[in-house]
């Protein structure tokens, strides 16, 4: 699980890939990566593969 964080409101979600915008201010690609839970770069699931 990793933590990312609105760079324009300060806002935070959690999940296992970076949303695709914020889910407070609703702006795209602005959720930058906090944490994670430590293995390899890039998210394991779906979202990204296509
Ligand atoms: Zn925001």
């Known amino acids: 699980m ?3 964080k609105c760079e ?4 935070t979600k959690e999940g296992h ?4 915008e914020c ?3 609703g702006k795209t690609d602005i959720m930058k990566k906090q944490e994670d ?3 390899g770069s890039g ?3 779906s979202c990204k593969s296509k």
């Open 17 to 20: 890939c970076k949303p695709k």
């Open 2 to 4: 990793a933590i990312f």
């Open 37 to 39: 839970s430590g293995s």
């Open 8 to 11: 324009s409101c300060g806002a």
């Open 23 to 25: 889910p407070k201010c």
């Open 43 to 45: 998210c394991g699931c």
